[in-house]
């Protein structure tokens, strides 16, 4: 798949958006196995290839099309910000609180939306590698 030009025009920020991918992975959960799970521990989550990046974007229940090629591993999600209520992320109907705490979900497979938020902005760094 063809990256976006921004990464060329904006190299540092392509390197610290996929260092900070690395660096979550220690905290990640899965909403098959708890963080204390030693599935977790065992398991390692291989870099992505591609990052979005949302500013305050409520979505709606759908799950992700790309250009139809499908996902060769799993979404990785995590919401920054000020806000102070809602946000969270749900899949397949279960809520999960993902500001400042990552979380791994099949958005290729999943139906997942985004509750309603306030209080202040937020972004979520979605990283995921489409199939070729």
Same mark, same amino acid.
Request: without cysteine; charged residues 25%; negative net charge.
């Given at each position: 798949a063809s990256l976006p030009m921004a990464n060329s025009l904006f190299p540092e920020l !392509?390197?610290?958006?996929? #260092? $900070? #991918? +690395?660096?979550l992975c220690p905290q990640l959960s899965s909403i098959e196995s708890p963080p204390d799970s030693p599935r977790n521990r065992q398991r390692q989550r291989q870099p992505s290839s591609h990052c979005a990046i949302n500013a305050n974007a409520e979505f709606t229940?759908? !799950?992700?099309?790309? +250009?139809? *090629?499908?996902?060769?591993?799993?979404? *990785?999600? !995590?919401? $920054?910000g000020d806000y102070d209520r809602g946000g969270e992320l749900c899949v397949e109907g279960d809520s999960f609180n993902v500001r400042y705490r990552p979380l791994e979900f099949d958005g290729w497979n999943e139906r997942h939306w985004t509750l309603p938020f306030s209080g202040g902005q937020r972004f979520s760094l979605v990283w995921f590698t489409p199939d070729q």
């Open positions: !392509v390197q610290a958006v996929f #260092e $900070l #991918e +690395r660096d229940p759908h !799950v992700d099309s790309g +250009r139809g *090629l499908g996902q060769s591993a799993k979404s *990785l999600i !995590v919401g $920054l």
